[in-house]
C-alpha cells in the first residue's frame, strides 16, 4: 500500500488549496493528515474515520479545513480555505493504527512512532503574500 499525496503548492494569506492523497490498493481505515513545519515537530490537522462519517480536527483550523474521502476513488482530501501563514508545512497523509475514536491514538506522535502504519512522501503548502 501506498499514499501519494498531491495538491500543495503556494497560496497567499486567506486563499486556498486543496490537498489529496491517493491510496494504492484498499484502504477502508481511518485516515489523517499531519503536518509539520521546519524545525518544529509533526502536527496532527485533521482526521476522518473509514466511512466519511465522523471528522476531527486541530482546533486551529475548524472552521477553515474539511477533511473528507471518496472510497470509490481511495482518496481522501484536505479543503483548506482561509490559508494563513502559520499553516506553511510539509502535509502528510497517514493511515493510523488505531481508530481515531481509540484511546490509543495518540494526536501528538510523530509519523514514525507507534501510531502510523504508513504515510506519504509529503506535499509542500507555502502561504505568503
Known amino acids: 500500500v501506498q499514499l501519494v499525496e498531491s495538491g500543495g503548492g503556494m497560496a497567499q494569506p486567506g486563499g486556498s488549496l486543496t490537498l489529496s492523497c491517493t491510496v494504492s490498493?484498499?484502504?477502508?481505515?481511518?485516515m489523517t493528515w499531519v503536518r509539520q513545519a521546519p524545525g518544529k515537530g509533526p502536527e496532527w490537522v485533521s482526521g476522518?474515520?473509514?466511512?466519511?462519517?465522523?471528522?476531527y480536527y486541530l482546533e486551529s483550523v475548524k472552521g477553515r479545513f474539511t477533511i473528507s474521502r471518496d472510497n470509490a476513488k481511495n482518496t481522501v482530501y484536505l479543503q483548506m480555505n482561509d490559508l494563513k501563514p502559520e499553516d506553511t508545512a510539509l502535509y502528510y497523509c497517514?493511515?493510523?493504527?488505531?481508530?481515531?475514536?481509540?484511546?490509543?491514538?495518540?494526536?501528538?506522535?510523530?509519523?514514525?512512532?507507534?501510531?502510523?502504519?504508513?504515510w506519504g512522501q509529503g506535499t509542500q503548502v507555502t502561504v505568503s503574500s
Open positions: 497517514a493511515r493510523p493504527k488505531y481508530k481515531l475514536n481509540s484511546p490509543y491514538f495518540d494526536r501528538r506522535a510523530p509519523l514514525d512512532g507507534d501510531n502510523y502504519d504508513i
Open positions: 490498493g484498499f484502504n477502508r481505515y481511518d
Open positions: 476522518i474515520d473509514r466511512n466519511g462519517d465522523v471528522t
